[in-house]
């Protein structure tokens, strides 16, 4: 297994500028597909989950031509994809999977979707019962509810209203939402529950926007399209920075010094994470916003503060608040995260066994975890990853305690961040 051995650090200072956001790169690309018109996209991400996407959407026949390093230029297929049979291999990219099957469930072709060993293992079973209320025809090639998936032309009903889950993964409404305008009638979906990650809806509502479908919602729990709606081309979209992204380095200036800034993302991101930076201020870190930039810095010669938080809206960079909570005065406890338990790994007993690797004191629920840091970290801990890319990021911060700690596997960071670890390097010392 290839390691990263990172010495003791004990600062972090400079500026990051952050790479293109995965959910909002791969969310234009679709909808840049689905659309009348040419969409130029700029600052797209590089990384495995957007090459997933490319080359989904180039195997069904989108003309996709790259301009530059991270500009690509779409022409959209607003009258169906060209190639109505074909199999889709999307690795672990949940962005990808979960929104193509909804769009080809609903595309009148034959398709197979399948993914590496972990995404079969991730449910997909309450969008496949959402997308069946519709008429969809889906088939499980494996294990009922999970993937691989076989798709055959939907035999529509008109006129629904579809009931969905909430609770388990907020890619799955996405998915619905992005995928219902194509069949041209008025369609109201209904969340049973509470639903998740409610900005990652936000986010999805606002880009469909951009895009000329404007969704009705009342509350989060119902949400109506109208009809005769279709999807326009608004020639041009800029990707914001990964606000997921951004918490590493944040996280990395509240612990160590600062000030680190984070370009590309700031007050008015439509991305819920860049809540991270309210959170940071919780445990008394240093943080000021602006329009296309943030910055923190550790709190003047204190710990950061022990939390309780909810962290319902910031599901991804509360692994990084996980790993924080090494570096606070006392115990901490993390609610409301029991998406982590169906992502890349399940994130709660991941973070829950590495972090005892370091000498923490863990204890997990369903969807919770309290940490109470050691008095001091344990050296040389090998991390494992599990080929999880958060996992990689986050406990590269476990350095800045002035401890030389090994990742596993660092190479996983090319799902989101393929750049990560000559950043963190760049601001650190």
């Not at 049973?192 to 009705?216: D, N, R, W």
């Not at 943030?294 to 990084?320: G, H």
Request: glycine share 8%; net charge neutral; hydrophobic share 45%.
């Amino acid at each position: 297994m290839e390691f990263l051995d990172l010495p003791p650090l004990h600062q972090a200072q400079g500026t990051i500028r952050l790479p293109g956001s995965k959910s909002i790169s791969n969310r234009t690309l679709l909808l840049a597909a689905l659309s009348k018109g040419v969409t130029e996209i700029r600052d797209l991400l590089s990384s495995d989950d957007t090459d997933r996407m490319l080359e989904a959407l180039s195997t069904l026949g989108v003309s996709i031509e790259k301009i530059a390093a991270h500009d690509f230029r779409v022409t959209g297929r607003a009258d169906g994809f060209l190639n109505k049979q074909a199999k889709l291999f999307l690795g672990n990219a949940g962005t990808a999977f979960r929104p193509l099957t909804a769009v080809l469930a609903l595309s009148g072709g034959n398709y197979e979707l399948s993914g590496v060993p972990r995404m079969h293992e991730r449910p997909i079973g309450d969008l496949v019962d959402a997308l069946r209320q519709v008429g969809a025809q889906i088939q499980y090639l494996g294990n009922e509810g999970f993937p691989p998936l076989s798709i055959q032309p939907a035999r529509l009903h008109a006129g629904s209203v579809v009931r969905i889950r909430g609770n388990v993964s907020s890619q799955f409404l996405t998915a619905l939402l992005m995928a219902l305008p194509t069949v041209g009638v008025a369609t109201t979906v209904e969340v049973v529950g509470e639903l998740i990650s409610k900005p990652y809806i936000e986010m999805t509502l606002k880009l469909m926007a951009q895009f000329g479908v404007h969704v009705q919602r009342d509350g989060w729990q119902r949400f109506t399209i109208a009809a005769d709606q279709h999807y326009v081309s608004p020639s041009t979209v800029f990707v914001e920075g990964d606000a997921s992204s951004a918490s590493y380095f944040l996280a990395a200036g509240a612990i160590a010094g600062g000030p680190v800034r984070v370009e590309g993302v700031g007050k008015h991101s439509i991305q819920g994470d860049v809540a991270f930076a309210q959170a940071l201020q919780q445990l008394g870190a240093q943080v000021s916003m602006a329009d296309q930039y943030i910055e923190s810095s550790a709190p003047s010669n204190v710990k950061l503060k022990a939390f309780d938080m909810d962290c319902n809206y910031i599901p991804d960079a509360a692994m990084t608040l996980a790993v924080a909570a090494l570096f606070c005065d006392g115990s901490s406890r993390l609610t409301n995260i029991g998406s982590w338990r169906v992502k890349e790994t399940d994130r709660i007993t991941a973070m829950a066994n590495e972090l005892r690797k370091l000498g923490a004191v863990v204890e997990e629920g369903q969807d919770w975890l309290r940490i109470t840091p050691p008095m001091k970290l344990t050296p040389h801990a090998a991390i494992d990853t599990y080929d999880d890319h958060r996992m990689a990021m986050c406990f590269s911060l476990v350095a800045l305690g002035g401890v030389p700690i090994r990742i596993n596997d660092p190479k996983c960071v090319a799902k989101t961040f393929p750049e990560y670890f000559d950043k963190f390097h760049s601001i650190t010392r």
